[in-house]
């Protein structure tokens, strides 16, 4: 079995249960599992490759929980630069509904391989529109080039503006369609298993796009065969209106009489949410996608992460669609999540409470978010931390460049205080996809290439 050393990292960060930083510390793998962990004279001294990461900072690889891959051919549109959610979806909307099987294949490529570079080794994508033939298939095929872990979600619309709905009729589908479909998908691609690269989750789209109906029987489908849901859940003010004056409930409540409250599920942004609704967050054991960049972009306010912590909400990180975020930078994410937080503290708009909640968000807390928390939201316990029979997931950060120069008194905190760079290395599964700084799987110029092509075109109608 092939095995990889790690050694002389500056500073190796665990994120394991002591939150150890082990300086001049090191990995040993063997098989893709994590053997070892310690200071580099620890270990091993030969293995089949052996990676010198002197002047490195190394961590547990980045996991992505939120994300729609196909928007990266739609970033900085002009007429939805400056809309707020419902009509961001208005402009955007007939533009996907012109997307083909080639162009999910390039976006997934392209959003893949810029969280690989910003040392993402796990993401979970949302894909909820199928026009032109397309299908969850095009992405699964796409993602298996790049060599991340993919959670793909085979997301749906099937309320039409016609039914009261957001979306236009062009682009939903038929609900009998989408539940066929999901248990194809959940059938033929499903890998639970330790150490798994590619996991299936049912993700109807939001409550303004779907029936009560699917919502229910996408629930029922998932349990039968155990996996995951996914939605957009509390993101802005007006999906509250239009649950209250829909359906009777606000969002979160709504979940739960859809039963869609539980372990097995994970909402992205819940920005706007109160007291009980998180306590039962807490009870019910939700997850949640905190996606600061989006919200900003959106203007849908500040989620209060903190609380939701102190409620014991599980809370990983997304960089949401590259439309409303216009980025897949997954670090920086990691930056903005502690930013946006202590700004909410200051203005008291990301705090429902309390005198026990920590004032201010830290570095490490929001490294703990981009880890250990998006593992916990995904209901993965093989990744997210470097220790032994873990997943062999790392990326490693070069300290001695401008950006960090005159921070290397605390390098860890440097990674997340200071520029958001490209990491030097990303490891998945004891497999380089990024070695060097370059991206070892792909083709880079050409897949730029090809997606200003298809994104060119895509926007010219």
Request: glycine share 10%; hydrophobic share 40%; aromatic share 6%.
């Amino acid at each position: 079995m092939p095995t990889l050393l790690v050694k002389n990292c500056t500073v190796l960060v665990t994120m394991d249960d002591q939150r150890r930083e082990i300086s001049g510390g090191g990995l040993f793998i063997q098989d893709g599992r994590i053997v070892q962990v310690g200071e580099t004279s620890q270990l091993p001294s030969s293995a089949d490759e052996i990676l010198d990461l002197q002047d490195h900072i190394l961590l547990p690889g980045l996991i992505n929980t939120h994300h729609h891959f196909y928007q990266t051919l739609t970033r900085a549109v002009p007429a939805a630069q400056d809309a707020n959610l419902f009509n961001w979806l208005k402009t955007l909307y007939p533009i996907w509904g012109r997307i083909t099987p080639e162009g999910v294949r390039i976006s997934t490529k392209t959003a893949l391989a810029e969280l690989a570079l910003s040392g993402c080794t796990t993401a979970s994508d949302h894909l909820y529109l199928f026009p032109n033939g397309s299908s969850l298939d095009d992405e699964i095929e796409a993602a298996g080039e790049v060599g991340l872990r993919l959670h793909a979600s085979r997301g749906s619309m099937s309320l039409g503006e016609s039914k009261g709905g957001l979306p236009p009729d062009n682009v939903v589908e038929n609900e009998t369609d989408i539940l066929n479909d999901s248990q194809r998908l959940i059938e033929e691609y499903h890998d639970p298993n330790w150490g798994s690269f590619l996991q299936i989750v049912l993700a109807p789209c939001s409550p303004f796009s779907v029936t009560p109906d699917l919502m229910r029987e996408s629930a029922s489908l998932a349990r039968e065969y155990g996996v995951c849901l996914h939605t957009h859940l509390a993101e802005t003010q007006d999906e509250e209106v239009f649950c209250i004056e829909q359906f009777g409930f606000r969002p979160v409540e709504y979940m739960d009489v859809l039963n869609w409250t539980g372990s097995d599920v994970w909402y992205a942004h819940s920005v706007h949410v109160n007291h009980a609704e998180l306590d039962l967050y807490g009870m019910a054991g939700c997850g949640v996608a905190h996606c600061p960049s989006s919200n900003m972009r959106l203007a849908s306010g500040i989620a209060p992460i903190m609380d939701m912590l102190a409620c014991g909400v599980r809370v990983g990180l997304g960089v949401d669609g590259s439309a409303s975020n216009d980025s897949s930078h997954l670090l920086g994410e990691a930056r903005q999540a502690m930013l946006i937080s202590r700004l909410g503290s200051s203005l008291g708009g990301a705090s429902l409470s309390s005198e026990s909640t920590p004032a201010l968000m830290t570095a490490r807390d929001a490294l703990d978010l981009a880890t250990r928390g998006g593992a916990a939201v995904l209901g993965r316990e093989d990744i997210g931390s470097l220790e032994p029979g873990m997943c062999a997931d790392f990326c490693a950060i070069n300290l001695n460049n401008l950006d960090y120069a005159g921070a290397l008194h605390d390098p860890v905190a440097a990674v997340v205080f200071c520029s958001p760079r490209h990491v030097d290395y990303t490891v998945v599964g004891g497999e380089f996809v990024v070695k060097e700084g370059q991206l070892t799987t792909l083709d880079l110029p050409r897949l730029v290439e090809d997606h200003n092509r298809i994104a060119a075109k895509l926007l010219q109608g």
